[in-house]
Structures are given as structure tokens and as C-alpha cells.
């Protein structure tokens, strides 16, 4: 659930300073795909060193025994979600901090099925429906951030590409004077 607070808090909390805050807004921030942006990176930065710190052993026991070396795996994701949470901070590398993250929850989900189907007396957080549906936000937050990642780079492929006349070109006229 801390994950889930996490994302929304720093999400709502990133929103509203863009929006009201007209120097954030030069920014960017009052958008939704900024303010998710933001709120993952935070979620993922205190999951990340959960991996490390505090939960580590939870977090090797969630591991399927079918999958060898809990420990280098816990070790793994959690450097792969520390450097997505910075990757999404940085223009060149957000489209690919995105997608690595979607797919390690994709990836990881089995962890979060044993878990929920091995563990005793777990909260109710940590039990199958709310794990999936906690999954769901996230992958749905990733892909919020995803695809407007991927349509700007393609629109400004398309305009270096294309050879697109700018207003100004086109005030002087065909002749170009």
C-alpha cells in the first residue's frame, strides 16, 4: 500500500504546484503525464531501497522458488528500479526508464501471485485482488507516461524529417523574401 500512497501523494501534490505555481507551470509540472512522472520516480526511488534497506528479506521470501538466486535477484530489481526512477527524470532517457519499468512490473508480478497465494496471514493489501489491482495502477502510471513520451518523439521526428515551413518562412512568401 506504501507504494501506492507514494505515487498518488507526490503525484496530486506535483499537480497542484504546476498549476498553481506559474514558474513550476514553465516547467511543465501543472501536467498529469509530469506530475505521474514524478510521483513513479518517487515510488520507485523508496521501493528501490526497500530492496536494500528495511524489507529485504520480505522481499527475497516473495521471490518463486523456481527462480534461482532470490538474493542477486532482489539486489537486481532494485538497482533496475532506483535507475528507472532517475531515467524518468531526464528528457533523453524517460521513454526508456518508462518501458524498463513497465515490463520489470510485468516481469516481477510473479513474485507478488506467490506471495499472495504462499505467505500467512498477510494484510489485505499483500493478498492476490489488491496486489493486482495496486499492479494494474502502476502499469497504468508507466504507460501514462509512456506514450506521450513516444508521440512527442515521433512528432518532432516527423518535423525534422519532413522539412515543416514555419509561420515566419511562410510570411515572406513563396520567394522566400
Same mark, same amino acid.
Given at each position: 500500500?506504501?507504494?501506492?500512497?507514494?505515487?498518488? #501523494? +507526490?503525484?496530486?501534490?506535483?499537480?497542484?504546484?504546476?498549476?498553481?505555481?506559474?514558474?513550476?507551470?514553465?516547467? !511543465?509540472? $501543472?501536467?498529469?503525464? *509530469?506530475?505521474?512522472?514524478?510521483?513513479?520516480?518517487?515510488?520507485?526511488?523508496?521501493?528501490? =531501497?526497500?530492496?536494500?534497506?528495511?524489507?529485504?528479506?520480505?522481499? =527475497?521470501?516473495?521471490?518463486?522458488?523456481?527462480?534461482?538466486?532470490?538474493?542477486?535477484?532482489?539486489?537486481?530489481? !532494485?538497482?533496475?528500479?532506483?535507475? $528507472?526512477?532517475?531515467?524518468?527524470?531526464?528528457?533523453? +532517457?524517460?521513454?526508456? *526508464?518508462?518501458?524498463?519499468?513497465?515490463?520489470?512490473?510485468?516481469?516481477?508480478?510473479?513474485?507478488?501471485?506467490?506471495?499472495?497465494? +504462499?505467505?500467512?496471514?498477510?494484510?489485505?493489501?499483500?493478498?492476490?485482488?489488491?496486489?493486482?489491482?495496486?499492479?494494474?495502477?502502476?502499469?497504468?502510471?508507466?504507460?501514462?507516461?509512456?506514450?506521450?513520451? #513516444?508521440?512527442?518523439?515521433? !512528432?518532432?521526428?516527423?518535423?525534422?524529417?519532413? !522539412?515543416?515551413?514555419? +509561420? /515566419?518562412? /511562410?510570411? *515572406?512568401?513563396?520567394?522566400?523574401?
Amino acid at each position: 500500500m506504501a507504494p501506492l500512497l507514494f505515487l498518488l #501523494i +507526490t503525484t496530486l501534490a506535483v499537480y497542484a504546484v504546476g498549476r498553481f505555481n506559474s514558474a513550476a507551470a514553465e516547467h !511543465g509540472l $501543472g501536467t498529469w503525464p *509530469a506530475a505521474i512522472r514524478f510521483g513513479l520516480a518517487v515510488m520507485f526511488i523508496v521501493t528501490g =531501497i526497500s530492496h536494500f534497506v528495511g524489507m529485504r528479506e520480505a522481499l =527475497i521470501d516473495m521471490v518463486p522458488p523456481w527462480l534461482p538466486a532470490a538474493a542477486a535477484l532482489v539486489t537486481v530489481t !532494485g538497482v533496475l528500479e532506483l535507475l $528507472g526512477a532517475f531515467g524518468l527524470l531526464l528528457r533523453p +532517457t524517460r521513454p526508456w *526508464a518508462a518501458g524498463g519499468l513497465g515490463l520489470m512490473l510485468i516481469v516481477m508480478f510473479p513474485a507478488n501471485v506467490h506471495l499472495a497465494l +504462499t505467505g500467512e496471514n498477510l494484510p489485505w493489501d499483500d493478498q492476490l485482488v489488491p496486489r493486482t489491482v495496486m499492479q494494474a495502477v502502476f502499469l497504468a502510471a508507466v504507460l501514462a507516461v509512456l506514450i506521450p513520451e #513516444i508521440r512527442a518523439q515521433r !512528432g518532432a521526428r516527423r518535423q525534422r524529417t519532413s !522539412g515543416t515551413v514555419t +509561420t /515566419s518562412d /511562410s510570411a *515572406a512568401g513563396p520567394s522566400g523574401r
